[in-house]
């Protein structure tokens, strides 16, 4: 089949990858600069080595690109553009719009079209269908469906192939359609009647693993105001068999789905006139935690970090990932800077960020650890200030959360 992936990141590409090894894809994202790296057979995504893009490129399978009028023959077309929040905190569609602008305006014949970008339920029924529609130049009937991504960036054990993914058409043939798409890279596909429910759903998975995030943290408080260990309380918890779920206390919540999707599903809520109060105060205790690290780190420190040099170890949001989207660390510097402190940031991964290179581990008086990587030597990390605050709970002999 002729397959069209609008948004070759994170989502995109990493679909692109798996149904190129059966299906001819297209590839396209509105980034020239990420286009010419794709067709040079260079990955920019954790998770898709550039070895898989290469051979799918000389298989005669995939192609990057950056021209719309490329998907114009597409069979089906997926849909993955980000969906992050406006200024004000609300669900922001234009790139949605956009791709639907692309699609309306260019498909020749009736497609499949799928939506794999995370947005709240009704988004393929009210928004994704009528849009399209609007910018076809002729009538096409095509078939809408959704199948919202589980990919975790970084992850090896549970990939394309075997995370149950979810599916429901707006129609029965949509839905027919999608199945077979998906079961010829997907081993275990589970349809649910309607795409509100399969919306609903990706939006509920993330807003579980926030509050839960932000439990967790507003625990570690707790804990150590009590004089308790954080880690050694959790896991002992942890020993329970049944009815309870270990997460790790951290310096917030990264990425494009844990600090945004819940907002997602608050949206939604609020014009049901339903009130989301887990999530809301969810989102406070996560983006509070910078704050509450910095005054830890300032109480052991004299009670002023004015003048002094702090590294914050690690600045994308997650380990392994070059992903700075959201990134706690962010808020963590801009802390310390509010405190007066001389800051550096240093990260073998993400190497360059916010106009600057990583710079080398070490040279102050304070390391505060956000985000450990594999591919950082654990011991040079604890040795490199006279003083360490990790908030990973990795690292032996430091303080920390
Ligand atoms: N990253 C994840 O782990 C993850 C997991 C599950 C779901 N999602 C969801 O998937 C969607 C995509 O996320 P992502 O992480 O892949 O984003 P991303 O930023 O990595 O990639 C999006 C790509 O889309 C391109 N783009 C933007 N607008 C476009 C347009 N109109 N036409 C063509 N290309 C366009 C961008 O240039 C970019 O390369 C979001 O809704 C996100 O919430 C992400």
Known sequence: ???????????????????????????????????????????????????????AIASGRYRATSNVADISEAEIVVIAVPTPLTKERKPDLTFIESACKSIGENLKNPALIINESTSFPGTVRNYIK???????????????????????????????????????????????????????????????SSPEVAEAAKLFENTFRQVNIALVNEFAEIAHALGISVHETLDAANTKPYGFMKFNPSAGVGGHCIPVDPTYL??????????????????EVNLEMPKYIVSRVTADNGGSLKGKKVQVIGVSYKPN?????????????????????????????????????????????????????????????????????????????????
């Open 266 to 283: 608050a949206f939604v809520a609020a014009q049901q006139g339903v009130p989301a109060t887990f999530i809301e105060r969810a989102n």
């Open 321 to 401: 990932v070059a992903d700075t989207r959201e990134t706690p660390a962010e808020i963590v510097i801009e802390e310390l800077k509010a405190m007066g402190a001389e800051v550096t940031w240093h990260d073998p991964v993400v190497k360059y960020w916010q106009g600057c290179n990583s710079s080398d581990l070490g040279g102050s008086e304070i390391a505060i650890v956000v985000t450990l990587h594999d591919v950082m030597d654990k011991s040079g990390v604890t040795k490199s200030a006279p003083y360490v605050f990790d908030t990973t709970g990795k690292l032996s002999g430091v303080k920390g959360l």
């Open 1 to 55: 089949m002729k397959i069209a992936i609008i948004g070759q990141g994170y989502v995109g590409l990493t679909i692109s990858a798996f149904a190129s090894k059966l299906h001819e894809v297209i590839g396209f994202d509105n980034n020239p600069a990420t286009v010419a790296n794709l067709n040079a057979g260079k990955s920019h995504i954790e998770g898709v080595d550039s070895s898989q893009i290469a051979s």
């Open 130 to 192: 009528p849009l399209v529609e609007k910018y076809s130049k002729k009538p096409l009937n095509h078939l809408y469906a959704i199948s919202p991504e589980r990919v975790d960036p970084g992850r090896v054990d549970w990939d394309q192939k075997n995370t149950p993914r979810l599916y429901a058409g707006l129609t029965p043939e949509a839905s027919v359609k999608t199945r077979e798409f998906y079961s010829t890279f997907c081993d275990n596909l589970i349809e649910v």
